[in-house]
């Protein structure tokens, strides 16, 4: 109702200017007794054009003044409306007082959830560590008791889990808050991803997948090594986890018109496109069971969002249910050296 009634009022505004400028253009043309030819019709026309000038600026002004209410009620005062819509206006106002302190109250209450992350996670630290060397050692034993050494051994590897979900929760909460005093430098793509190619073949037990290394450009781009690395080992010993034996894992650096694609594909399992949009949130796990049994923490795709953003690139996944995924981290031209 209140909006009807302002675009009724300043429509009468418009319709009020509109008629006068046509008045206007009317008598000119009246007066110049509609003569076809030399300077009179060079004025008949000069007026039209005049007046269709005078219509548009008054619609374009008109609207605005509507937005313009809309965002600042206060403002009605100067067309003598203030009476009619005071109440109104104080509703407005207190909506955007409201819509102010709840986003101000959400803010507070995520630095509350990251501050909370940050020192939970730094003081398990210790005391995990502490526990898997304890854990560690028993398990060591010579003359150990086989069922309590397996359960020692189990023990130790649901530690070092632990210890994994804690320093991804101290990464994640260092990149949230964007504490990084490191500055950027020129990294070496090809020399690094050689490096990751080598620990993929560790991590692979014994040749299990088949992977393939494929560099097209020895394009160098400026960012931070360390974080990169860390993303980059993610993406890849994902696709490797999530690859039956006997599959194929292909990492690739090359370039494109639209920027510099680092690329980790395989033919693994493959994603549910109902998944795709959800899976760079925190703890998110298409499916949990196996997500456990190969010792994810369920926040690496989070990090590597958060490091992606961080290089003002764009993170790209394309996944088929049984064909397999692509994952792709394209990195602006103007970024590389």
């Known amino acids: 109702m209140t909006k009807q009634t302002l675009q009724k009022f300043l429509l009468k505004k418009l319709v009020a200017n509109i008629a006068l400028s046509f ?10 007794n509609q003569s076809q030819h030399g300077l009179f019709w060079l ?11 005078i219509f548009s ?17 206060q403002q009605l005062s100067k067309f003598g409306v203030n009476p009619f819509f005071s109440k109104i206006a104080n509703k407005i106002q207190l909506i955007q007082i409201e819509k102010q302190q709840l986003s101000e109250q959400h803010h507070r209450l995520d630095t509350m ?11 398990l630290r210790t005391p995990v560590t502490v526990m898997m060397g304890y854990l560690e050692t028993f398990s060591q034993q010579p003359d150990l008791n086989p069922r309590w050494q397996r359960a020692f051994l189990q023990m130790l590897q649901q530690s070092d889990r632990m210890n ?46 088949l992977i393939h290394l494929h560099i097209d450009s020895q394009q160098q781009i400026m960012g931070y090594e360390d974080l990169l690395t860390s993303a980059l080992s993610n993406l890849i010993t994902n696709a490797i986890k999530y690859t ?20 980790v594909s395989d033919n693994g399992i493959g994603i549910d496109a109902l998944h795709i949009e959800r899976l760079t949130e925190r703890f998110y796990r298409v499916d949990s069971g196996r997500s456990r049994e190969t010792g994810g923490t369920g926040l690496g ?5 958060h490091v992606v ?29």
């Not at 004025?43 to 000038?53: E, M, S, Y």
């Not at 260092?174 to 991803?193: A, G």
């Not at 006997?246 to 690329?263: A, L, R």
């Open 43 to 53: 004025i008949n026309w000069t007026c039209v054009a005049l007046g269709l000038l």
């Open 164 to 209: 994994n979900i804690i320093n991804d929760l101290l990464l994640l909460s260092r990149l949230e808050n964007s504490e990084n005093n490191q500055q950027p430098t020129l990294i070496d793509m090809p020399k690094l991803l050689a490096q990751l190619f080598d620990d993929a073949q560790v991590y692979n037990h014994n040749f299990e997948h």
């Open 301 to 305: 795709l989070a990090i590597v969002k």
């Open 244 to 263: 039956p034996k006997g599959g194929e894992v292909t990492i690739g650096w090359f370039e494109k018109t639209d920027g510099y694609y680092f690329s």
């Open 23 to 32: 008045i206007i253009g009317i008598l000119i043309n009246v007066c110049i």
């Open 57 to 73: 600026l008054s619609l374009i002004y008109y609207f605005k003044q509507l937005h313009g209410f809309l965002d600042n009620p």
């Open 309 to 337: 953003h961080k290089h003002n690139a764009k993170l790209n996944i394309q996944s088929k249910v049984g064909k397999g995924s692509t994952f792709s981290i394209i990195f602006v031209k103007h970024q590389a050296q």
């Open 113 to 123: 959830r990251k501050d909370f992350v940050a020192n939970v996670s730094h003081e």
